[in-house]
């Protein structure tokens, strides 16, 4: 007999699908709007005495038609609603034609006083849903049915703002009814046929969410997504480097491109904007029951939710720390809270649902996000259209440990041959990275050069060879950088003691004077024909801050400031600090995480200095060029990718770049780029000029992102 299963815009009720696999293998889930969790529950637990696993009890199933025949009568009242308010847009359509109105006059970003509507709930939908009617409008190759809604909801909104409305529909009540209507629309809207569809085959025992899926892919012909981003952490709120700088500015330039986008982090600290949204909600996590609170906040046009629970609390300032169980479960409780997030987060009134849903997940923390996509919900039928993404920021982290923390996983034990890993090192160990590799559908990371380096055994760090199977489905893309946050013109650092915002035509005085404010704050001679060099990141391996140890002494003998920040290993910090006190009239060493001395050391210095032995794209020498600093760099990764070579016969390049991490060729471009510095003071300033110019935004990778996962999307 065919299970029936039924789930309308709502929460699976995991637990009690866990409590079906734990007991008898794969299971399909049974609930229904409004009862998932009970109807779901019963059928576990009815289920569980049941012998071959497919029959369920009659109880259960008359409970659920019951409830699904109340969700059909919302949808019916709900679309025969949405017709009468068509016809009526219709009038009001032609009224304004007759009128001699431009049917699209005003820009559809624009806000009508009717959106003080969205703001009142503190969401503004309708600039959602105007930016996709634009992007439809852009992508006209894309089917009737949007263009009709941008016919709706694009001359409506105009005709709110620019006529008066008169009858028994205020303004508001008209752009309440399109809030819901057309964010049904972005969250599978149902198609009165569909819907009858629907209603005959549950009938006959039929899922229907595989017709609501089939709804959404028919509105797959539009390249509009519902996207949520997950990761560990998320600037501003929490950042220990570059992850958290990229989940940060990325959702914002998705966003901006049209999508509906959700960014996902850890609640660390009791932040001032999120509010708290939609119903708590329980999670197994290696035997342990919790509960997480989501909470949310609209910022920029993206829907940031934090996932609160206890777990997260107190480790803001380490939140990689902690023994390695503690972050595993930190991160199965991530994971499972955000994969259930499209159906209990009711942004703006409304949940995603998983209609052209993509997750993306980023490094290994969220690399359990594709899989359980795949073990809680693809292999039982449900959410078949969505799709992951998982970007490897850094290879070098990839939450290995013993096959016995598999227990945590909470995954049927089919699934432990895609976690098992073998490599000289480790041996025979879990490998959370490797597994969501396998299972993502697309493959990303953040340059060109390092995704060509992770196919080798020297960048791909054991997994080189997973990488390589994974070659179809892998590509490159830069990151870009946040311009609001990170522009000299409008940097909030440089706007007290001492410095000034500064633009490319005022790079020279901004600058100067920039740099005065920073030798000032660190107890530096304040010269202005010194050139100052910085050094900015995380204190490890990687960065090859040990590299600049071992070229000090030339370094010290060159007329020159050195200003090194960082924070990480217990050597590397105080190698810092014994440079400071060796060299104390020239060099500074800080140690700490200071986002304020980042951003000033960026403006107020002449030189970044990158030696690192690997850099899957790093941010600092893209920072430092948009604020006229000339970058050093070894040239790997997407350090070479972003920093072309200075040429003196062209007067063409970006900075200087050295090929191999050892402190003797870091030595030697340091040396020409002094030299150029001191006694070439054109090619200087070209140098900064081609810097500073350069588009460096999201806006660029966030069309190749798009371009990524709408391939991910068509793809089976
Ligand atoms: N002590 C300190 N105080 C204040 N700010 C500090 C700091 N130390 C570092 N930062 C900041 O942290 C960020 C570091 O970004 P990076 O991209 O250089 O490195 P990270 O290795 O962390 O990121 C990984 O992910 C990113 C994003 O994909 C990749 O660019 C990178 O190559 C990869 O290693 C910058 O915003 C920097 O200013």
Redesign the pocket.
Known sequence: MRSVRFCVNGVYGWPAVLRGWTKRGSRKCLCAAGAHDDAVNQVGEDADHDDDGVRVSNEALRATIRKSREVLAMHRDLLDQISEKKKLISVIEASSIHNGQEPFSGSPFSRSDAVSEGEEIGYDLQMYLDRRSQKSEIRSTHGESISVQHEYYGSLEDKLSYTDVNGSYSKVSYVHYLYKTFSSAATNVYEPQSVNGMEQDYEKGHSVTEEINDNSSSSAAVDVMNIILVAAECAPWS????????AGALPKALSKRGHRVMAIVPMYGNYEEPRQIGEPKRYQVAGQDMEVKYHHAYIDGVDFVFIHNPIFHNVESEIYGGDRTDILKRMILLCKAAVEAPWCVPCGGFCYGDGNLVFIANDWHTALLPVYLKAYYRDNGFMIYARSVL?I??IAHQGRGPLDDFSYLDLPSNYLDLFKHHDPFGGDHLNIFAAGIKAADRLLT?SHG?AWELKTPEGGWGLHGIINESDWKFQGIV?GIDTTDWNPRCDVHLKSDGYSNYSLVTVETGKAQCKAALQKELGLPVRGDVPVIAF???LDN??GVDLIAEAMPWIAGQDVQVIL???GRQDLEDTLRRLESQHYDRVRGWV????R??HRM?AGTDILLMP?RF??????QL?AMMYGTVPVVHAV??LRDTVQHYNPYEEAGLGWTFENAEANRMIDALGHCLNTYRNYKSSWEGLRRRGMMQDLSWDTAAKRYEEVLVAAKYQW
């Open positions: 950042k220990t480097g570059g992850l958290g700088d990229v970007v920021h850094n953040v390092y990151n900015i990141g995380r990687q960065k920040l960082g924070t700490g995480f200071s986002v001395l980042a960026t690192s850099e899957p794209c790093g941010l600092n920072y990764g997407g």
